[in-house]
């Protein structure tokens, strides 16, 4: 038998024991673990209690009310998610509201009960925040080294990899049933949206690779001095075609020559992405301004763009992973929405940060510093 | 007979026409949503029968807000929700209990065909 902690944080009495009783002779079993589950309860009645025990025991489950007489539950939740406590949490509810779910979701609850909940309720909870915390412990070794695979990650990585494949299956099935008939000329939107969808699909796939060479490790840099103007130069040229077909400009700022130690292969994504960003975003006969230039400790990189910038939200997400802006601006451009999370990486690798200036309908200036 | 209509919302605009165009054959009229907001919008604005909304737009789970906001206004409307993704979320979906705070009244995982398709909106619309 293993034995997990659970604390119920609730301060009504009631509840308190019908949970000891429901829980009392519960176990569950996995038929990939060899041993069951059984469950020790410890009680508080308030958040700050709360908080006490968790600091003090290894809790695995924390049942938590969100209306307590003290601090609410939301906050005991805020808590155990700044500390970083393995620990999975249900949030009971007195009544479903969406506001109080999606405030708990996002600071890391991982299911609901709702108040009153009879006996089933309660022990497929349990039942399921069970293997949700076997499951991710043992994944937490398996990736020990540094390489802790994301649920999120992984949810939203899935529903971009699928919502292509579902796009183009559907045209492939409307096509099969000759949904518009028997001339082929009536599908050629159908063929090139799906065409397109595949493009990017790869996109996301080559995104994809460079994403998880950086994270997974600095084993294959190649660290030598190297002139990064040259560099520069050719992602210039590399982006050039794009940038005519948008009657936009590129003006570039460089020295004669900037020598630093570092990776090409690594300057090479940071300027590719930076400039077919600035160009993408641009506006039709825009201007994109590139400048190379050092100080005492760093090598500053700038990319400014007149295009169409962002908004102080769309800003702050910005180098999330598969974070894209969305609104009408930008529903034409297509992106994998991975470009400045594998920058932000790789400059984060190189001890340099990323600053970013914009305005909506302006433009948008990116600042990179590496120290040498 | 009036024709009823039906709300659809994805941000995958390829998904939306397809669905657009497999429900129009079905014989209903559409509203179109490109995102969460505009689906706020119409909700608001619009006149509908039954809506089908997808999971994951601008917010991971904005399938949820946007039925619960619906049911809230038309709590006899019915609601579909489609995700590509209904297998790795974790969200615990549980329709048939009635105090879930989910308010939806089926969910679909993407790549449903017309057939079936028709099948879940005569179900939910009685028809
Ligand atoms: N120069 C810019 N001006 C305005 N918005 C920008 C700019 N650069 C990035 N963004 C916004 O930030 C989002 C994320 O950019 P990122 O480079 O990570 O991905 P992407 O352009 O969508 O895809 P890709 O990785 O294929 O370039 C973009 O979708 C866009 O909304």
Redesign the interface.
């Known amino acids: 038998m293993e034995k997990l902690k659970i604390l119920v944080v609730d301060d009504e009495r009631g509840i308190l024991t019908g949970i000891r009783r429901v829980l009392r002779n519960f176990t569950v079993s996995f038929p990939f673990h060899d041993e069951d589950f059984e469950y020790e309860l410890i009680d508080s009645e308030t958040g700050e209690d709360a908080i006490e025990i968790i600091d003090s025991q290894d809790i695995d489950i924390v049942l938590l009310d969100n209306k307590l007489p003290g601090i609410e539950g939301v906050e005991v939740l805020e808590y155990i998610k700044k500390k970083e406590y393995d620990l999975a949490v249900i949030m009971i509810?007195s009544h479903?509201?969406?506001d109080l779910?999606?405030k708990a979701?996002n600071r890391g609850a991982?299911?609901?009960v709702?108040k009153p909940f009879n006996q089933a309720?309660l022990k497929s909870?349990i039942q399921?925040v069970t293997k949700?915390l076997f499951l991710k412990r043992m994944t937490k070794e398996l990736t020990s080294e540094g390489k802790e695979i994301r649920?999120?990650f992984?949810?939203?990585l899935?529903?971009e990899l699928?919502?292509p494949i579902?796009?183009v299956?559907?045209?492939l099935?409307?096509m099969e049933?000759k949904?518009l008939g028997n001339d082929i000329n009536a599908y050629t939107k159908m063929i090139n949206?799906s065409i397109t969808?595949i493009e990017s699909m790869r996109n996301l796939i080559m995104d994809m690779l460079d994403f998880t060479r950086v994270e997974s490790g600095k084993k294959s840099r190649t660290i030598q001095e190297i002139d990064i103007v040259e560099i520069a130069k050719i992602a210039v040229d590399s982006i050039l075609p794009i940038a005519i077909q948008k009657n936009v400009s590129i003006r570039t700022h460089f020295p004669d020559e900037l020598i630093k130690k570092c990776d090409a292969g690594e300057l090479e994504i940071i300027f590719n992405n930076l400039l077919s960003n600035a160009v993408k975003y641009n506006k039709e006969e825009g201007q994109v301004d590139f400048v190379l230039k050092k100080d005492r400790k760093n090598v500053i990189i700038e990319v400014k763009d007149t295009g169409i910038g962002m908004s102080e939200e769309e800003k702050s997400n910005l180098f999330k992973e598969f974070m894209r802006a969305?609104n009408v601006k930008t529903?034409a451009i297509s992106g994998t929405g991975l470009g400045l999370s594998i920058l932000k990486k790789i400059v984060e690798l190189n001890n340099g940060n990323v600053t970013v200036e914009t305005e909506v309908d302006k433009g948008s200036t990116f600042k990179i510093e590496i120290p040498f | 007979m009036n024709k009823k209509s039906i709300l659809l919302a994805d941000?995958?605009?390829?998904?939306l026409e397809?669905m657009q165009?497999h429900v129009e054959?079905l014989g209903f009229k559409t509203i179109l949503a490109?995102?969460q907001k505009e689906c706020e919008e119409k909700i608001e604005t619009e006149k509908f029968d039954m809506a089908i909304l997808d999971l994951?737009?601008?917010n991971?789970?904005s399938g949820?807000?946007l039925s619960?906001k619906l049911k809230k206004k038309y709590p006899d409307i019915p609601v579909i929700l489609v995700?590509?993704?209904t297998k790795?979320?974790?969200f615990?979906f549980q329709p048939e209990?009635d105090?879930?705070?989910i308010k939806a009244d089926k969910m679909l995982e993407?790549?449903i065909?017309?057939d079936q398709l028709q099948r879940e909106i005569n179900k939910l619309l009685k028809i």
């Open positions: 509810t479903a509201s969406i779910a999606v979701t991982y299911n609901f709702p309720e909870a399921n949700h649920f999120k992984l949810s939203v899935s529903h699928k919502s579902n796009a299956e559907g045209y099935r409307m049933d949904q949206r969808r969305k529903r | 941000d995958d605009r390829d998904y397809q165009f054959k490109n995102n994951m737009m601008e991971e789970d949820f807000i619960y995700s590509a993704v790795e979320t974790r615990v209990h105090d879930s705070w993407k790549g065909r017309p």
